[in-house]
């Protein structure tokens, strides 16, 4: 398909292979619209700014995530404003959630606002960690409360789902990422999932420079952005979901033989799909039994001198220098889980 790509010298913005791709990801995660982006950071960045994210406002994103999820916040001139986990999901809490805002924030007029910082609050963006779908249904119904949006970081969770509907699809809006650690990769590239028409028109123009359809004429209406995936990397992006499922039974598999080794081990557990979820086991982790930082080292070291190529969660983004001022309910289960789990490694071809 990269060939044929080259073949047609369609290898830039645009061309068959993105619509194709768009396509297939809506047969695979039944998302009505699907818009591919240049990166996940991309999509998300986009989207927020779409649903009305701007300077000094407020969006709840969990402290244990990549950074990428606090980052598109910023990107739109946001802040985030950190929430706990949970231990089931590695997910946002979604009684965490509720009692911060319960706690902090009030409707004023359509908004809401963090009494505490006069900002607005508005969105969240829950994580589905590892590919384990988050309590997702249960947050959104915390959003719908307080009458904010929710999209969704489905960015490691391509092929994951909750009763049988695929992440990502639950919310205003959520999406992939197709970077190289992915479970299906197109280089760099993202995608907004969402079943909202007059969102997706939105995105679709706001990431092609905002350019007005016509014949010949350069016509752009507002101030965008250059976000959308380049045809080559489609190409790549349909040949690698072509072998999707094999590579869903391969992590899965892994998944199982781990999950049967670290039975027999009474200090460590395996970190197992949520109950009535379909996770993508895009990362094997397990949990120790204590959760202090130095024996989680020492766990680290040991694996590294042996060989295996262990590593820790992410730190929390509310620990990082540029986020340390930012506002923050309590975060003792994601600082818990950042200092006792392990991520182990993952890769489709461990076991043949
Ligand atoms: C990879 C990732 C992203 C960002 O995606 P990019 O395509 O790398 O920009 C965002 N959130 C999470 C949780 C991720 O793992």
């Not at 989207?47 to 994210?53: A, S, Y």
């Not at 709840?60 to 404003?81: D, K, Q």
């Not at 489905?154 to 959520?174: D, W």
């Not at 969102?199 to 101030?223: C, G, I, M, P």
Request: glycine share 8%; hydrophobic share 40%.
């Amino acid at each position: 398909m990269v060939d044929e790509c080259l073949r047609t010298g369609w290898v830039s913005t645009l061309g068959p292979f993105v619509s194709r791709f768009e396509d297939e990801l809506r047969r695979v995660t039944g998302a009505q619209h699907v818009i591919a982006m240049a990166s996940g950071t991309a999509a998300l960045h986009l989207t927020l700014h779409t649903l009305g994210v701007g300077p000094g406002d407020e969006v709840i994103v969990p402290a244990l995530s990549f950074v990428a999820t606090a980052n598109a916040v910023a990107h739109c001139g946001g802040i985030p404003h950190f929430v706990d986990s949970e231990l089931e999901t590695l997910g946002l809490d979604a009684m965490s959630l509720h009692r911060r805002l319960k706690n902090i924030a009030s409707q004023r007029g359509k908004q809401l606002i963090n009494n505490e910082t006069g900002a607005v609050i508005k969105a969240i963006v829950p994580m589905h960690a590892f590919g384990h779908p988050c309590d997702i249904r249960n947050i959104i119904r915390v959003a719908d409360e307080f009458g904010i949006p929710v999209v969704e970081d489905a960015a490691e969770s391509l092929g994951s789902s909750i009763a049988g509907r695929h992440t990502g699809t639950f919310g205003t809006a959520g999406f992939l990422s197709f970077n190289g650690n992915k479970i299906v990769t197109t280089g760099n590239g993202g995608a907004v999932l969402t079943n909202d028409e007059t969102l997706a028109q939105r995105l679709r123009h706001l990431s092609t420079t905002a350019k007005r359809a016509h014949a010949w004429e350069f016509l752009h209406d507002e101030v965008a952005w250059n976000y959308r995936l380049p045809n080559i990397n489609a190409a790549l992006g349909c040949a690698q979901l072509s072998r999707l499922s094999d590579l869903l039974s391969r992590k899965r598999r892994l998944a199982a033989r781990y999950q049967s080794v670290f039975a027999v081990i009474e200090s460590i557990s395996f970190n197992n799909e949520p109950a009535n979820t379909a996770s993508n086991f895009w990362l094997s982790t397990v949990q120790l039994e204590s959760s202090d930082r130095a024996s989680r080292n020492s766990v680290l070291q040991a694996a590294h001198d042996a060989g295996y190529l262990c590593r820790p969660v992410w730190n929390l983004l509310s620990e990082l220098p540029m986020y340390s001022r930012a506002p923050r309910g309590d975060l003792s289960v994601a600082t818990e889980i950042e200092n006792s789990v392990i991520c182990l490694p993952s890769g489709p071809r461990l076991l043949t």
